[in-house]
């Protein structure tokens, strides 16, 4: 089972940019694809963005343009995410081989 710790996340105005980061305990090239979902209150959890171990990415509709995912050749995995909006404010979170991390809180609000 893989361990995953996210960091990143913190309160930022409307229109402001936060980096995530995604460290694992095993390489990405052993796990496959890694993905970012979000779940907001009362909400159900989501997928925002995956990528590949071969740098493939997936982006949902509502953060196209705004969020990029990338890592780097060892075992981190990063969301850029731009233009912050009141809507992306949730708790995110990192996946991968069926494990979970504890999760990031992002508040966007003035």
């Known amino acids: 089972q893989v361990q995953l710790v996210e960091s990143g996340g913190g309160l930022v105005q409307p229109g402001g940019s936060l980096r995530l980061s995604c460290v694992a305990s095993q390489s990405i090239f052993s796990m496959g694809a890694v993905g970012w979902y979000r779940q907001a209150p009362g909400k159900e959890r989501e997928l925002v963005a995956r990528?590949?171990?071969?740098?493939?990415t997936y982006y949902a509709d509502s953060v196209t343009g705004r969020f990029m995912i990338s890592r780097n050749n060892a075992n981190t995995i990063y969301l850029q995410m731009n233009s912050l909006k009141p809507e992306d404010t949730a708790v995110y979170y990192c996946n991968a081989k069926d494990s979970w991390g504890q999760g990031t809180q992002v508040t966007v609000s003035s």
């Open positions: 990528i590949t171990y071969r740098g493939s």
